[in-house]
């Protein structure tokens, strides 16, 4: 699938992955709580594989972007950048290895310097990670110009003059130019008009297959993720619950909160839909007091008295997927659940 040598290690690695924010409250500013924002993360990504992350907003996908790309320093845990732990290194020994690892922003209108034109912007990485200056950063920028669909003269451009397709494909071609090996895409074509999301997408499906890219890619979107995806993790409360291959997810949910998810997403054909359809109840809790056990346990019609006093590891119950749900037990059949009574 993703074209992997053996004995290779993963362009992305990340275990047990925890990242805590204080509260901080009173005159003094002392520390009154916690945001559990991550509790305990771990997946990896081969090159040439996306792995999809989506869940509910305050989920804490991106706070797992941006902790990846060391933004944030985590509170636990460890990451890996091609088998290299880059978990604590500081801002300086992080620079050899930032060019490795880029990132796709949400929004192509506030993640682009207004000042500069569109060719500075591209090249500027260039020039930053001493890879090329002058007549030859021209050339290298023309040519990334081209492979996203721009035109080379539209360098001289700022980038007001861009539409917001033209302008996320900036952004691409300003993560493509120092040669990644992982990019972190956090929402990329939330802002874009439909017309142009999958225009975008496949883009980047063109370009990780050209270049053997992992892709992490963030969103909220199930459309999203079931289109560009290989893997897809489904995080709930700073936990992932469920990760599988894409086909397997979307045909046999194993964990409840997944299987809302499937049914709130919309189908434009009304005979498609099944009669069935699960809705959560309740909202989510706050990651300051996450629930004790299974984070999930306040909302799952499935719940046992057990799910509030144990928190479930994430185990494979069937080829390719694991899911963190105590009535899912190793080597079970996948069957759908009945909710208790």
Known sequence: M??????????????????????????????????????????????????????????????????????????????????????????????????????????????????LTAGTIVGEPLENFGIATGAEREERVARLFERVGLRPESMRRYTHEFSGGQRQRLGIAKALAVNPDVIVADEPVSALDVSVRAQVLNLLIDLQEEYRLAYLMISHDLAVVRHISHRIAVMYLGRIVELADKRSLFTMPLHPYTEALLAAAPVPDPKRRSGRRMIIQGDVPSPATPPPGCHFHTRCPYALPVCRAEVPPLIEVAPSHRVACLRRPAGAEPVPLTPTV
């Open 2 to 115: 993703n074209g992997e040598t053996a004995g290779e290690a993963p362009s992305l690695e990340v275990r047990n992955l925890v990242k805590h924010f204080p509260i901080l409250g009173g005159l003094l500013q002392r520390q009154v709580g916690t945001v559990r924002a991550l509790d305990g993360v771990s997946f990896s990504i081969r090159r040439g594989e996306t792995l999809g992350v989506v869940g509910e907003s305050g989920c804490g996908k991106s706070t797992v972007g941006k902790t990846v790309l060391k933004l944030l320093d985590p509170t636990s845990g460890e990451i890996l950048l091609g088998g290299t732990d880059v978990t604590y290194f500081s801002q300086r020994a992080m620079w050899p290895h930032r060019r490795r690892i880029q990132t796709v922003f949400q929004d192509p209108y506030s993640s682009l310097n207004p000042r």
